[in-house]
DNA sequence: CTGAAAGCGCTTACAG
DNA sequence: CTGAAAGCGCTTACAG
């Protein structure tokens, strides 16, 4: 049972492959009973053209790769399926390629998209900072970059986590809170060096001080001993009334250990988280207020960004930040007292 | 700049295009001297043969394609990540669709795949029942399912939840618990038949009668209502001293609500999840004990079989059960007494 | 209105 | 040892 062709419908039908062609793909002019018939045959024969074909004809394959060191990572999913729907709603398949932060795998993988003739390409990774090293060598399509800082020609589109968490904090500011503590993951990421920074913005816009920056790692298990540092040996007029978390897990964590404090969120702390990562901010009790970075929209956009690029649009190369948004729950409160 | 084809290498290297491609290819014999000199062409002009062309000739595109409602979910996720580790060491690469539950959707991108002529195809989805109209005719290539009942010819691997249950059960009885109950997602879904069916297996073989069934939601609130449900208006002799959750989220909705009313997981209730969902079972207090179906696993297997139906072999249709394991943390803790 | 021919970029017997 | 030719499955001017 091979695969039937186009010389295969245009024996049956009694007519020419040209004809053949034309008809299936309702252009040039022919007799409508003509172009019916074929289609009666190429319908009963089961007729699906075959893409590799005309792609090497049309010199694009409407299809382009999508390589990541981190694609089922959580973070770097929503991201992927916005990716994906603007791509989906452009009529074009994605190759997904895992690079496993392993440069020869990703230099494959990366050889393998280009001999593919995919149209363009979307580097996304688990860190904004995360390096390629398969980046040495610009290629010659379209690039754009998701949540990465870029190293290649090529728009990046980047969640502005610094301007998010300045949101997250005036929130806590303009709900009168005034000694409001920090608490996130490790400093090498520059995710951290860019909420932190955030976070102080908005402290010096309220011309307020600060209650301490603890930095640890990302788990529920540093906010929680977190909250111990910030506690402990503290007399009460000094303690934290907010805390202002680099993550929905440190958040949660912290929640938790107040909560065993005998500390009630958010009357006498607080909170607010920063990912928006429904499955914990949902669940928290009380349910987390949270610096949402929009990652899907985010991913949506970029997939945008990419078609238009390879229609012949020229982008600017460069960061392109995205505004975070404030989800509100209840970690908050309202204000203590109306200025 | 137009890219560069194997006329230009052999145009630039003084050579026919028939020797250019057995030289870039390593194949047939010829000069040393003459196989070098066009490599060399070749690396400098940065030629890139085109797959598209070769896999029109070769009539294979080592490409598979994967059709999922729920892609991005986080349980098609590991799945997802087998069955690409699975392709990606074969050398071949996946088309990511997203059906997203849209018969059209899903009709199209199958259409499409087809077109583009994948070796094979794997089928995923959110539940093991799910149903995907597309799959009315059998394509004409492999196709197996992960997780997901099989509607056409092909294998299809699935997580045996009802052995599962019963391991994650039978550990309860083995440490000694003698009041077992087992509260659970919504009755529409097969995964939770199935887990309630193992539960009771392994009751029947404890020679236990169990403190009740009750099933609600995949959520970590309706874990903590059930704590209600089960604890209140109940004497303290007839309370459960062991639950069995069917799923990661209501375990932990269980733990939470426990403590919350003064009860020690695990001196007092025994714990035991389903999912092995990282992330929740690792940062509840205390860490859970679980059932993991190995989803990943699942796909890497999932992938292989593929490839070898690809490769020729020919696999028996049907339902292929894998087994889970018992991911042992502390919300069982030790046997209250040594047989 | 319809078809013959050239071309997309490659591979593979088959000659020489 | 090397190259000319046919073929993979399609499309698109161009004739007729």
């Keep these: 049972m091979a695969t039937i062709t186009i010389h295969d419908v245009a024996r049956e039908a009694g007519v020419s492959i040209a004809t053949v062609s034309k008809a299936v793909n309702g252009k040039g002019k022919m007799r409508p009973a003509t172009r019916a018939h074929v289609h009666r045959v190429a319908e009963r024969l089961g007729f699906r053209p075959n893409d590799l ?6 010199r694009r394959s409407y299809t382009v790769g999508l390589l990541s060191n981190d694609i089922y990572g959580r973070f770097a999913l929503p ?4 990716v994906e729907a603007a791509l989906a709603a452009r009529r074009t398949s994605v190759f997904l390629c895992n690079a496993a932060d392993d440069p020869e795998t ?9 001999r593919k003739r995919v149209d363009g390409l979307v580097f996304t990774a688990r860190r904004t900072d995360s390096f390629f090293p398969a980046e040495r060598t610009t290629p010659p399509i379209p690039v754009v970059h998701v949540n990465l800082e870029p190293r290649l020609d090529g728009p990046a589109l980047l969640a502005d986590d610094r301007a998010g968490a300045r ?5 806590l500011a303009a709900l009168e809170r005034k000694r409001i503590a920090h608490v996130s993951g490790p400093q090498g990421f520059a995710a951290v060096r860019l909420r932190q920074a955030g976070f102080e913005d908005a402290l ?8 301490g920056a603890l ?12 909250v111990a540092r910030l506690y ?5 007029g000094k303690r934290p009334d907010a805390i202002f978390c680099g993550s929905d897990q440190i958040a949660r964590g912290v929640v938790d250990a107040l909560c065993h404090r005998g500390l009630a969120v958010p009357v006498d702390v607080a909170i607010v988280g920063f990912d928006n990562w429904e499955v914990l901010a949902a669940a928290t009790r009380p349910p987390l207020t949270t610096v949402d970075p929009c990652l899907e929209a985010l991913g949506v956009l970029a997939g945008e960004t990419l078609m238009s690029m390879i229609d012949g649009a020229i982008e600017p190369s460069g960061a392109r930040l995205v505004p975070c948004q404030l989800m509100v729950r209840a970690s908050c409160g309202t204000p203590r ?3």
């Design 204 to 211: 010096q816009e309220a011309g307020l001080e600060g209650a």
């Design 232 to 236: 402990q040996d503290v007399p009460p």
């Design 337 to 339: 007292a109306t200025a």
């Design 106 to 114: 990703e230099g494959r993988h990366l050889a393998s998209l280009l």
């Design 79 to 82: 991201i992927l399926g916005g």
């Design 167 to 171: 949101l997250g904090t005036a929130h």
């Design 215 to 226: 930095f640890g790692e990302w788990s529920e298990g540093w906010g929680w001993e977190a």
């Design 53 to 58: 074909a005309l792609s090497l004809h049309r």
